[in-house]
Each structure stands twice: as structure tokens, then as C-alpha cells.
């Protein structure tokens, strides 16, 4: 895979103490109430090495939740990635990038894509529409995504303004405005 200068390739790379699912799903969330469509996948529940290992993905834009974890797997055994609902789900957002969307969101640059798996084609599909693409990517694995992505992205700081920032340089245009609670001008005016 090739990239070059044009590309809207953007990593939020993350630690052990960040959120990149709620600053993901929240930015994707402003982003359609500002009129955009923003499609892809972000992450729901801790993963595999967490207490609670139920693993799923939120799609969007229409907030189902896809799980991606064997069903036959023993708790004792941690979790394993199923590999055919991911390439399911790998099929349904190539259809859905195919109709055309103002950003594509990745919810992890994982073991599966550090390996040219899981969802790491959508990246390239994107990259050649002319969609710029968001992605989670964790510290750990940023050196594996430097070498995937030959160096041409953005590394992005799991904060809502650095995201914001990127967006805007990205769009040319204001970030999206935070959702505003009931009761405000927001809400009566709507």
C-alpha cells in the first residue's frame, strides 16, 4: 500500500489511562449533528484483557452494535476475535464507504491490522475516495502503524481539541460545535 503528501490520514494515539472510544463516538456524534456523515467503527467494552472482555463495535452511522468475540470461547480463556464476523463486518463498511461518507473511522490499529488483517483494507478504500481517515492506534503500537502507514499521517493526541484541530485543517472549516444540554438556546432553537 502507497500514500502520499494528500492523504487525510490521521492516528489518535493513545495510552493506558485514555478514552479513545468516548472521544471517538462523541466527535462522530458532533460531526452528524453538524450535517457530515461520518461512518466506520468505534470500540465498545474493554477488550479482552479487561474484567468485563465483552468486545463489540458500535457502526456507524446508525449506532448498531456489532459483537466480534468467538462465541464458544471459555471465560477463563480470555477472548478471541471471530474472524468471520470481522470480515463481515469488513464487507458491510466497504459497501458503506462505497456510498460516499466525509470521514471514515477505524477503532483500532490492532494485532489483526499490524498483521494486514481485520479492517486495514477499509484504510486504503478510503485513502483512494479522497476520505480522510481517523484511527485509534496505541502507543504501543504506533512504530508498527509509522512503518503500515509509511510515515504519512498525522499523530493526533486522544484530546478533543487536538482532534479538533486536525479536523479543521482537514475540512477548512469550524470544528464541530459540543452538543448542548436540554434547556439551552441549542435545544429550543432546534
Known amino acids: 500500500m502507497t500514500f502520499d503528501a494528500q492523504c487525510d490520514l490521521a492516528a489518535v494515539v493513545y495510552g493506558h489511562?485514555?478514552?479513545?472510544?468516548?472521544?471517538?463516538?462523541?466527535?462522530?456524534?458532533?460531526?452528524?449533528?453538524?450535517?457530515?456523515?461520518p461512518i466506520g467503527v468505534v470500540q465498545v467494552g474493554r477488550g479482552c484483557r479487561s474484567k468485563n472482555p465483552a468486545l463489540g463495535v458500535v457502526l456507524l452511522p446508525g449506532g448498531e452494535v456489532v459483537g466480534l468475540v468467538q462465541d464458544s470461547e471459555a471465560p477463563a480463556a480470555g477472548c478471541r476475535l471471530d474472524p468471520g464476523r470481522l470480515a463481515d463486518l469488513a464487507m458491510r463498511l466497504t459497501g458503506t464507504i462505497e456510498g460516499g461518507a466525509d470521514l471514515v473511522?477505524?477503532?483500532?490499529?490492532?494485532?489483526?491490522?499490524?498483521?494486514?488483517?481485520?479492517?486495514?483494507d477499509l484504510i486504503a478504500q478510503a485513502v483512494d475516495a479522497?476520505?480522510?481517515?481517523?484511527?485509534?492506534?496505541?502507543?504501543?503500537?504506533?512504530s508498527d502503524w509509522i512503518r503500515f502507514s509509511n510515515g504519512m499521517n498525522v499523530r493526533v493526541a486522544c484530546r478533543r481539541e487536538a482532534l479538533d484541530q486536525w479536523w479543521r485543517s482537514v475540512a477548512g472549516t469550524a470544528a464541530p460545535r459540543p452538543?448542548?444540554?436540554a434547556g439551552t438556546f441549542c435545544e429550543i432553537a432546534k
Open 17 to 37: 489511562d485514555d478514552d479513545p472510544d468516548r472521544l471517538l463516538i462523541e466527535f462522530a456524534d458532533d460531526l452528524r449533528r453538524s450535517g457530515l456523515r
Open 179 to 181: 452538543r448542548c444540554g
Open 130 to 142: 479522497d476520505i480522510p481517515v481517523l484511527i485509534a492506534v496505541p502507543e504501543q503500537r504506533f
Open 105 to 120: 473511522i477505524i477503532n483500532r490499529f490492532g494485532r489483526s491490522e499490524a498483521g494486514g488483517k481485520g479492517l486495514i
